[in-house]
């Protein structure tokens, strides 16, 4: 931040927000939900992150020394509602951007804050320039892809662990394949094979195609495989390595420190 002259980032994808607080939010993840969490980064090195309420538990559960607002959503139970929470008729679409305010300073008008605006709705695009000022926000993808584009130890052995999860499936996949299977057929024994092979594996990513239809889909069609045909199996598995509290709060790997580094402020290592 220092060297792109920030006092603070605000941050929306998936990924950002889970190397800067330590939250995987499913809302970014998985649900595609923009806005739905924000992760906030100061130069002071305060966090803080914004999440739903039907989210907190889990969020309480994978950070520490992070701090957390959150607000109530469409599922909104009474019974674990906090004494005084209200939710609104009308959902405020800059709800989340509004509370990530509360973790800069009060005065506003001249900080330098730096975006995701890839990851931003229009509405909370017009919301950030509105309290900046537009020359104020800046676009932070360049400086995140440095950060990742030298890889620490620990970076490289997950990547090691995830190749050599993919290749035992393929290995498997490749050899269990028969005439009269389907794509969908395909599929779901890539993802059951995938997955049986540790608990740290959190998710498999498939773009197979097969004979003719040479194009990866969502939703596999139940083409039959003809003797002959080709198929191309593309995918993987995605790792995490350990609970959240050993990763990011009591690191025991030099790997690990060197990676949380470039994240956290109490780390020191250089690239």
Do not use: C
């Not at 109530?72 to 951007?97: C, F, H, R, S």
């Not at 049986?196 to 004979?211: F, K, Y």
């Not at 139940?222 to 080709?230: L, P």
């Amino acid at each position: 931040m220092d060297k792109d002259n920030l006092d603070a980032l605000i941050l929306t994808s998936g990924d950002a927000a889970f190397y800067a607080t330590g939250y995987a939010s499913r809302d970014l993840y998985k649900n595609g939900q923009t806005g739905g969490t924000v992760a906030v980064v100061t130069k002071n090195g305060r966090a803080g992150i914004v999440v739903s309420e039907f989210a907190r538990r889990t969020a309480e559960m994978a950070v520490d020394g992070v701090e957390i607002i959150f607000y109530p959503t469409w599922i909104y139970i009474e019974d674990y509602a906090i004494e005084g929470m209200e939710k609104e008729v009308q959902p405020d679409l800059n709800k989340t951007y509004k509370l990530a305010l509360q973790f800069l300073p009060e005065k506003k008008e001249n900080l330098r804050i730096g975006v995701q605006p890839s990851y931003l709705t229009p509405y909370a695009w017009q919301f950030l320039t509105d309290t900046f000022n537009e020359k104020n926000v800046v676009d932070i993808k360049q400086l995140l892809i440095e950060a990742r584009a030298i890889k620490t130890p620990w970076e490289i052995e997950v990547l090691r662990e995830a190749a050599r999860y993919s290749e035992l499936t393929m290995n498997k996949v490749a050899k269990a394949i028969v005439p009269g299977m389907t794509e969908a057929d395909v599929l779901q024994l890539f993802n059951t094979t995938a997955f049986s092979w540790s608990p740290d594996i959190i998710d498999v990513a498939n773009a197979h195609t097969i004979g003719e239809n040479f194009t990866p889909s969502f939703i596999p069609p139940h083409t039959r495989i003809n003797r002959g045909d080709i198929i191309r199996l593309d995918g993987g598995n995605v790792i995490e390595q350990g609970p959240p509290e050993e990763i990011f709060v009591s690191p025991t790997q030099e790997r690990t420190r060197q990676f949380l580094s470039r994240y956290l402020p109490e780390f020191t290592y250089n690239i």
